[in-house]
C-alpha cells in the first residue's frame, strides 16, 4: 500500500472509531468529571498498599506482538540499575487502579534488584495531540527508560500517535515503547471473533511501522464475558461475576487487574523472546509534523504589563489542584489585556483551566484579527485560521465549566511559515447559559455574578514548530 493508501486506511479506522462506539451522555459526563485535577507527576506504588496481580495462565497469540521488543530495559533492570518508567494516556491511565498502580507493582516485584521510578502523565479526556505536545515536557525531559502509551480509547489518533513516538527515538533511540490498547463498550466483540476494533487497527500500523510492541489488553475480558464470567458495564450486582467497568470505560479495580495482567504476560513474553533489535527512525508513516509539537510556559514569555499576570497556581484554592501540571499560570481578567510571540510552524493553541469564570480570547496573526472555524481530521478536533465569516473569538467555557474546574485545551492550524502572535482578552462575553445543558444551570441561575466575569488561566501555549525570538 502506497502512503497515500495508508493514510486514507488510517482515517477510515479513525472515522470508525469515532462514530460506532461513542459513549451515552451519562457516560460522557462521568468521563469529564475526571478531568477535575492534574495528578502527582511522580508516584510512589508502595504508598498505594495494593496487592500484587498474577499473570494467569490466559494464553492469545493476539495479545502480545513483540517486535523489537525492550532491549535496554531489560538489560538494566537485570543489572540492578535504576529505571525509569512512564505512563502517558488518558484518564485510565491517570486514574488509580485502572492498571497503571497494579503494572508498576508487578514490576517492582518481578525485578527486586532494580529501582525503579514511575511517571504519571496522564490527562483525563485527552488523546494523542494533546500527547504529541506534552510527551517532552511531560515524560522525555525525565529520560526514562520505557514508556507505555494508553490512548486507544481517546480517539486513537494515529497521526498524533506517530508524533509522540518520533519524538521519543529522536530523543533517546534506546528508550522502549509500548502501546497499550484500551477498549470501550462494544469492543470486546471484536475479540471474541479474534479481530480486532478499527481504532487498534490503525495504531497497530504505527507499532508495526515503528517495530514497538504493543498489548491489547481486553482480550482476556472478552474471553470472560463470552463465557459469562464477565459483566463489562453495569453496577456491583453477582458476586459471581467481575465487573469490568462501571461506565463501559474506565475499569474497576478488578478490571484494572485484568489490563495489568495482559502487560504481566506480555513481559514474560517479550523477556522470553530476547530480540535485541535497536530502534532506528524510519520515514514517517503518515506525517512527521507532529515530531514537532511542544509547550511552552507563558509565564516565561517577556510579557509587558498590559494586563497579564504570572499567578501561582499553589496559592490559589481554585487552581492548586492543577499544580502538577502547571505550577505558574499567566492570568488576566481585564477584556484588552495583550501579550504577543513569535513562532515558526503550523499550529499554535493554548492548555488552561476552564471554570465559572472563563472567558474568550482574540488572535491577530501576522497584523490579521483572524477568524476560526471549526474543523476534524478524524478523531482531532481543531480551528483554522480564516479571512472568511466564522467566529472571531476562541471561548475558553464550555458545558463542563458549571461550578468547577477543568484542564481544556484548543488549537488553531496556519499557514506553515514564520508567525507573529497577539492574544487579546475579549470584551465579548459567550451566552454561558445556553452553553450548559440544562441539567447544569442551577449554579449559574442561583450565582449569575459568578459566571458574569471574563479571565483567563493559560498553563501553556501549544505550539507545532519552535518558539522565536
Known amino acids: 500500500m502506497n502512503k497515500k493508501g495508508v493514510k486514507t486506511a488510517l482515517l477510515g479506522?479513525?472515522?470508525?472509531?469515532?462514530?460506532?462506539?461513542?459513549?451515552?451522555?451519562?457516560?460522557?459526563?462521568?468521563?469529564?468529571?475526571?478531568?477535575?485535577?492534574?495528578?502527582?507527576?511522580?508516584?510512589?506504588?508502595?504508598?498505594?498498599?495494593?496487592?500484587?496481580?498474577?499473570?494467569?495462565?490466559?494464553?492469545?497469540?493476539?495479545?502480545?506482538?513483540?517486535r523489537a521488543g525492550f532491549p535496554g530495559f531489560f538489560e538494566k533492570v537485570n543489572a540492578g540499575k535504576k529505571v525509569v518508567v512512564a505512563f502517558i494516556?488518558?484518564?485510565?491511565?491517570?486514574?488509580?487502579?485502572?492498571?497503571?498502580?497494579?503494572?508498576?507493582?508487578?514490576?517492582?516485584?518481578?525485578?527486586?534488584?532494580?529501582?525503579?521510578?514511575?511517571?504519571n502523565a496522564g490527562v483525563s479526556g485527552t488523546g494523542t495531540e494533546l500527547g504529541a505536545f506534552r510527551i517532552n515536557e511531560q515524560v522525555l525531559s525525565h529520560q526514562p527508560d520505557l514508556i507505555f502509551v494508553e490512548f486507544a480509547v481517546n480517539g486513537a489518533y494515529a497521526a498524533g500517535m506517530e508524533g509522540m513516538i518520533r519524538q521519543t527515538i529522536k530523543k533517546n533511540p534506546n528508550t522502549a515503547i509500548c502501546l497499550l490498547y484500551t477498549i470501550l463498550t462494544g469492543q470486546t466483540a471484536f475479540y471474541q471473533k479474534n479481530d480486532l476494533p478499527p481504532?487498534?487497527?490503525g495504531l497497530e500500523q504505527i507499532a508495526a511501522h515503528y517495530d514497538l510492541?504493543?498489548?491489547?489488553?481486553?482480550?482476556?475480558?472478552?474471553?470472560?464475558?463470552?463465557?459469562?464470567?464477565?459483566?463489562?458495564?453495569?453496577?456491583?450486582?453477582?458476586?459471581?461475576?467481575?465487573?469490568?467497568?462501571?461506565?463501559?470505560?474506565?475499569?474497576?479495580?478488578?478490571?484494572?487487574?485484568?489490563?495489568?495482567?495482559?502487560?504481566?504476560?506480555?513481559?514474560?513474553?517479550?523477556?522470553?523472546?530476547?530480540?535485541?533489535?535497536?530502534?532506528?527512525?524510519?520515514?514517517?508513516?503518515i506525517t512527521a509534523a507532529w515530531e514537532e509539537a511542544t509547550m511552552v510556559d507563558p509565564s516565561t514569555l517577556p510579557v509587558p504589563d498590559k494586563g497579564w499576570r504570572v499567578l501561582s497556581t499553589g496559592t490559589d484554592p481554585n487552581l492548586k489542584k492543577f499544580s502538577p501540571w502547571f505550577s505558574n499560570v499567566l492570568s488576566a481578567n481585564k477584556p484588552g489585556a495583550t501579550f504577543s510571540f513569535r513562532f515558526k510552524g503550523d499550529m499554535l493553541g493554548v492548555f488552561d483551566i476552564g471554570g465559572p469564570e472563563v472567558g474568550q480570547l482574540e488572535w491577530i496573526i501576522d497584523g490579521k484579527p483572524i477568524k476560526l472555524s471549526k474543523e476534524k481530521e478524524g478523531s482531532f478536533i481543531y480551528y483554522q485560521a480564516k479571512d472568511t465569516t466564522a467566529t472571531d473569538v476562541l471561548n475558553r467555557f464550555n458545558s463542563y465549566c458549571n461550578n468547577r474546574y477543568r484542564g481544556q485545551f484548543d488549537v488553531i492550524k496556519v499557514p506553515q511559515g514564520d508567525h507573529f502572535v497577539t492574544v487579546t482578552l475579549s470584551g465579548q462575553k459567550a451566552d454561558k447559559l445556553t452553553i450548559l445543558p440544562e441539567d447544569k444551570r442551577a449554579d449559574i441561575i442561583q450565582h449569575p455574578e459568578k459566571y458574569d466575569q471574563t479571565a483567563i488561566y493559560l498553563g501553556r501555549i501549544l505550539l507545532r514548530g519552535t518558539l522565536l525570538k
Open 89 to 119: 494516556g488518558g484518564s485510565i491511565t491517570q486514574a488509580n487502579f485502572g492498571y497503571r498502580l497494579q503494572t508498576a507493582k508487578y514490576l517492582e516485584q518481578t525485578y527486586p534488584q532494580a529501582s525503579f521510578q514511575w511517571i
Open 13 to 66: 479506522c479513525l472515522l470508525m472509531s469515532t462514530t460506532a462506539f461513542s459513549q451515552t451522555r451519562p457516560d460522557s459526563d462521568k468521563i469529564a468529571a475526571s478531568q477535575a485535577g492534574a495528578s502527582p507527576l511522580y508516584f510512589d506504588v508502595s504508598a498505594s498498599n495494593i496487592p500484587v496481580i498474577e499473570a494467569g495462565d490466559f494464553n492469545n497469540e493476539l495479545e502480545c506482538n513483540v
Open 199 to 201: 481504532n487498534i487497527k
Open 213 to 285: 510492541p504493543s498489548v491489547n489488553l481486553g482480550m482476556e475480558p472478552a474471553s470472560l464475558e463470552a463465557a459469562g464470567k464477565l459483566i463489562w458495564k453495569g453496577n456491583p450486582a453477582d458476586p459471581n461475576k467481575i465487573l469490568f467497568s462501571e461506565d463501559g470505560i474506565h475499569p474497576t479495580t478488578a478490571g484494572g487487574n485484568l489490563y495489568a495482567a495482559a502487560i504481566a504476560r506480555a513481559f514474560k513474553k517479550i523477556e522470553a523472546a530476547k530480540p535485541l533489535k535497536k530502534k532506528e527512525l524510519p520515514k514517517p508513516l
